[in-house]
Structures are given as C-alpha cells and as structure tokens.
C-alpha cells in the first residue's frame, strides 16, 4: 500500500516557468490537501479538494491552480514560477474532514525557484 | 480564526532524559483534536500523538505523552528516555471537529537535538 505519493521529489525552476506537481493516493480518500511548508515555518494551506470535481481556495493560493477529475488524483499547478514559491510542497489526504480522521502525507517536494 | 504557537525554536535533550516541548494555541470552538507531528531530516511529516478536546485523560504512546490543558489552552509534548532518532522538528497541530475545509492548522515547529 504505497499511501500518498508526490512527483517530483525535487526540482528547480526558472523564473516565468511553469510546472505540475503531481500527487496520488491509493486509499480512496474523499479529502486532498496541498500545504506548502517555507523554511523555519509550519505547513499551510494552498488548496484543498473534497471529492473528485470539487476544490477550493485554502490560506494561501495565488500563483497556484489545482484541478482533481479522479479521487486519486490532485495535482498542482504553478504557473509563472517566482522566487517567493521555493518552498517545500506536501500533498495529503483524509477520508472525512473529520478531526478524528488521520490525515496521510505524502514525502513532499522540494521546489527551489531561481 | 485559529491560531497555534510554539513559543521555542529550538531545544536540546540528553539521550535517555527527558523532554517537554510547548504548545498553545487559540480558538473559540469546543469540538476539536490537537495532534503532535514529527519531521525527521527525510521531510516525512509522522503523526505522534493525538488529543480529543472532549476527552479530559491525556494521550500516551510508548515514550511520548501530552499534558493537555483545556482551559488554559496547552498542549505539550513529553518525550521520555529520549533516543537519538528522536531528533527532529516536532509540529504541533490543531484540527477543527466543524470546520469546512478539515485541514490541519500548524504551528512554527520546535527543533529538537539529542546529544548521545
């Protein structure tokens, strides 16, 4: 059971550029999040998903886009890379919202904008 | 809104004593769970402990335990017989019982050490 996985694990980019971060889950959750954890920071929320077709805004998603067309799938898109975007992104995902619920991450990526 | 904060940075422990990481956090809700995450050098964020706000007995696992005060808004880590892989930033989190998005609100995190 490999639980949540992200591609890339790290990755640079260029100013202007964009990329896809990928994100998966084999455990058939309803809820998927993005965070993104900046140095000597916690985690926070970029986007989240409740189900297949359905997303919506979390504390902190300007440059970002995210699209979730399958319950395994939640990818995150950067568009027009800037400097302040080199963070560390981690994916992750619940059954319910629920506070009982663990909530699974995945090993996170490591993006570094130049 | 919520708020948690770890008021140290940074602490140090001795190999097989024992340590307390702090925790507070803000919040006008009654329903909700306060959890303790690892972060070893490898990034992989592991859940530790977990608290139920309505539950008044603090969580134990193995060496790690939490002193839980509703009241005052506390919630701290003890990590006891400390070993050398429990070097790590240490994340505390609060997650709404009611809340829309069900997402974990994170504190700055507490970098622990572990001198052998």
């Known amino acids: 059971n490999a639980g949540v996985t992200q591609t890339p694990k790290f990755r640079i980019l260029k100013i202007g550029q964009s990329m896809t971060l990928q994100c998966t889950q084999d455990m058939n959750h309803n809820y998927m999040y993005w965070y993104r954890q900046d140095p000597g920071m916690g985690l926070k929320l970029i986007y989240y998903?409740?189900?297949?077709?359905?997303?919506d805004k979390g504390e902190v998603p300007n440059g970002y886009n995210v699209s979730r067309s399958t319950t395994e799938d939640f990818p995150l898109r950067l568009e027009l890379a800037a400097p302040s975007q080199t963070s560390v992104y981690f994916c992750?995902?619940?059954?319910?919202?629920?506070?009982?619920?663990?909530?699974?991450f995945g090993p996170g990526t490591r993006l570094t904008v130049l | 809104a919520q708020t948690v904060t770890q008021s140290q940075p940074e602490m140090s422990v001795q190999e097989a004593e024992t340590v307390t990481l702090s925790c507070t956090y803000d919040?006008?809700?009654?329903?909700?769970?306060l959890f303790w995450y690892k972060q070893p050098p490898s990034r992989q964020m592991i859940l530790v402990i977990r608290q139920e706000a309505y539950k008044q007995q603090n969580a134990t696992e193995n060496r790690f335990s939490v002193n839980f005060q509703k009241a005052a808004k506390s919630f701290s880590l003890k990590i006891s017989d400390s070993q050398l892989g429990d070097a790590a930033m240490y994340f505390c989190a609060y997650r709404s019982e009611r809340g829309s998005q069900g997402n974990l609100i994170f504190g700055k995190g507490t970098k622990l050490s572990v001198k052998p």
């Open positions: 998903s409740v189900g297949a077709g359905i997303t």
């Open positions: 919040t006008s809700e009654s329903d909700y769970y």
């Open positions: 992750a995902s619940s059954q319910t919202r629920g506070a009982r619920d663990t909530q699974y």
